[in-house]
């Protein structure tokens, strides 16, 4: 599933309020890039700017040393809050019933799928936050 049209509430580029380790950010794209650094006043540059800018950004800014160790727990933080802290835009996952993949035409292999081939690693992150929802619920 593409991450468009009704389910484009699922993208990390779809704008909404996330607070994240005490800053605020426009989108999950840039509370994610944010956390490339580990500098806090280079973070806040990322706060009240729009996704397209913090994913430009954050491929500007030195990465901190253990980024690839951490960075799938980061984006699983940082959906989990855009998605406790949005009520509607969880109310709106746990009525998604198709499996979740980030379907891309932009080679990312990593976070999604492009050609049928990719880990979908951000498809898998919501699929689990979905999940605990779920469970939450009883």
């Known amino acids: 599933m593409f991450m ?22 426009n989108s999950s794209e840039a509370a994610f890039q944010a956390q490339k650094t ?3 006043l280079k973070k806040k540059e990322f706060c009240g700017i729009p996704p397209n ?5 954050g491929r500007r800014i030195g990465l901190r040393n253990d980024w690839e160790s951490i960075k799938d727990l980061v ?9 406790s802290q949005n009520e509607d835009f ?3 996952l746990l009525q998604v019933k198709e499996p979740i993949v980030e379907d891309n035409t932009w080679n990312d292999t990593y976070w999604g799928v492009c ?7 951000l498809g898998k992150i919501l699929e689990k936050i979905k999940m605990e929802f779920k ?3 009883g």
């Open 4 to 25: 468009k049209n009704e389910f484009a509430f699922l993208s990390n580029y779809y704008p909404c309020t996330v607070e994240y380790k005490g800053l605020v950010y």
């Open 38 to 40: 580990i500098n806090e």
């Open 53 to 57: 800018e913090a994913k430009r950004l």
């Open 75 to 83: 984006m699983y933080e940082v959906v989990k809050a855009k998605f």
């Open 90 to 92: 969880k109310a709106l």
């Open 115 to 121: 050609n049928g081939i990719g880990q979908n690693k």
């Open 135 to 137: 469970n939450d619920l």
